[in-house]
């Protein structure tokens, strides 16, 4: 993701244009390039770990109890993980809105489908480039713990120029990408880890067109 927002920024790739405003183009370019990168890995890693592949391919949230202990743990541990992050992301991104003089107004409605699509596709890309490949395919090779800290510490660089960014942003991001790695190895699934990340990216994607919209 970092290396085609730099490409973009340096004018190495065109960008696909559906607004006026650059930044909208900027990250809808970003998203749709990303989509097929996750794709392409997910491949590679079914001809690598087909077990790994096939024990992690899962949505399933646990609501309901079921026969593993770790996984109904999630059923109280999710959420417990979800509230916290979002309102601590909704507090930093808060901060941007009132120094913008973001609004919420028609501009920032006719945004809100865009939020949600950029939010649900740079969720589904960076769990499966920093969560399921890595889990999936250290599955059985590496501990449980290794494989969260690495997972960690992939997704938690990433962010050094990302939202939040800067040594923050690498601490808060590595500490979510931690117990996201951990909800997939206890629960099976990638369930959790993407709603956890989509509710923290409708927020910062939010923000984003909140401060859009104080523009017009």
């Known amino acids: 993701m970092a290396l085609l927002a730099m490409s973009l920024q340096h004018g190495e790739i065109t960008l696909w244009v559906i607004s006026e405003n650059k930044l909208v183009n900027f990250t809808y370019t970003v998203q749709l390039m990303a989509l097929p990168i996750s794709f392409v890995a997910m491949t590679l890693l079914y001809f690598y770990n087909k077990e790994g592949f096939r024990t992690f391919i899962s949505l399933k949230i646990g609501f309901v109890n079921t026969s593993s202990s770790e996984e109904n743990n999630w059923r109280f541990v999710g959420p417990l993980v979800a509230i916290p992050f979002t309102l ?51 599955h059985g090779k590496l501990s449980s713990s290794a494989i969260c800290w690495i997972s960690s510490l992939i997704f938690g660089l990433g962010h050094f120029f990302g939202t939040p960014n800067g040594v923050f942003g690498v601490i808060a991001s590595g500490l979510l990408g931690w117990l996201l790695a951990k909800s997939v190895l206890e629960t099976k699934s990638l369930g959790w880890a993407l709603l956890i990340h989509f509710l923290q990216d409708v927020v910062i994607f939010g923000a984003g067109a909140m401060v859009l919209a104080g523009q017009h």
């Open 88 to 138: 601590g992301t909704m507090s930093y991104m808060s901060v941007a809105v009132i120094s913008q003089h973001g609004q919420v107004n028609e501009s920032f409605y006719k945004l809100t489908p865009l939020v949600l699509l950029f939010a649900a596709t740079n969720a589904w890309t960076e769990e499966i480039l920093s969560r399921f490949v890595i889990v999936a395919g250290l």
